[in-house]
T-cell receptor, first 111, second 117 residues
Framework: DAKTTQPNSMESNEEEPVHLPCNHSTISGTDYIHWYRQLPSQGPEYVIHGLTSNVNNRMASLAIAEDRKSSTLILHRATLRDAAVYYCILRDVNYGQNFVFGPGTRLSVLP | NAGVMQNPRHLVRRRGQEARLRCSPMKGHSHVYWYRQLPEEGLKFMVYLQKENIIDESGMPKERFSAEFPKEGPSILRIQQVVRGDSAAYFC???????????????FGEGSRLTVL
């Protein structure tokens, strides 16, 4: 699986939008971009994933650069409950293999 | 529909004892993954199993660790002769198929926290 690079930590104010960046310059054409998050003392949970087009769901939006070398997870209105470690992961659609978690971005939300 | 169930949630063992961690995947899921998370660190892949088969164990330590996913019953991660360095949170995840890239989702349990005294 290709490598991703994320900032170690970010801060946001409550009820403001948050843009979490991820660089993946070595992404291949068959790599899906996945985002998971891990709340304190819990297991990771799925947030969103995409291949080429921007994606929206009830939790977040995923904006994918045209060259696919970077992407941004967008939380439209951060809440205190969104404080977590966010992981950006690439996974080849053709391989039944594990998800490789990097260190992720630790998001703090200030009231 | 129950999620991924792991038990025990907390386990304390003395050095040299055995630890058995159980994982029941979501209903209908036949693919199970085990991850380990050391304190203040990220998740590290250990093993990927399908029913009765180990597909990828590239993240498993060569000694003392084993995993199984029998035809009936939960997946078991077994750690023999535990040492203090085994203290960690062990997470299990399941998926419907190995084409996770299309379905996009692994479902994780709450984890089992092993403490070795």
């Amino acid at each position: 699986d290709a490598k991703t690079t994320q900032p170690n930590s970010m801060e946001s104010n409550e009820e403001e939008p948050v843009h979490l960046p991820c660089n993946h310059s070595t992404i291949s054409g068959t790599d899906y971009i996945h985002w998971y998050r891990q709340l304190p003392s819990q297991g990771p949970e799925y947030v969103i994933h995409g291949l080429t087009s921007n994606v929206n769901n009830r939790m977040a939006s995923l904006a994918i650069a045209e060259d696919r070398k970077s992407s941004t997870l967008i939380l439209h209105r951060a809440t205190l409950r969104d404080a977590a470690v966010y992981y950006c992961i690439l996974r080849d659609v053709n391989y039944g293999q594990n998800f490789v978690f990097g260190p992720g971005t630790r998001l703090s939300v200030l009231p | 529909n129950a999620g991924v169930m792991q038990n025990p949630r907390h386990l304390v063992r003395r050095r040299g004892q055995e630890a058995r961690l159980r994982c029941s995947p979501m209903k209908g899921h036949s693919h199970v993954y085990w991850y380990r998370q050391l304190p203040e660190e990220g998740l590290k892949f250990m093993v990927y199993l399908q029913k009765e088969n180990i597909i990828d164990e590239s993240g498993m330590p060569k000694e003392r660790f084993s995993a199984e996913f029998p035809k009936e019953g939960p997946s078991i991660l077994r750690i023999q002769q535990v040492v203090r360095g085994d203290s960690a949170a062990y997470f299990c995840a399941s998926s419907h198929s190995d084409r996770g890239g299309k379905s996009g989702e692994l479902f994780f349990g709450e984890g089992s926290r092993l403490t070795v005294l």
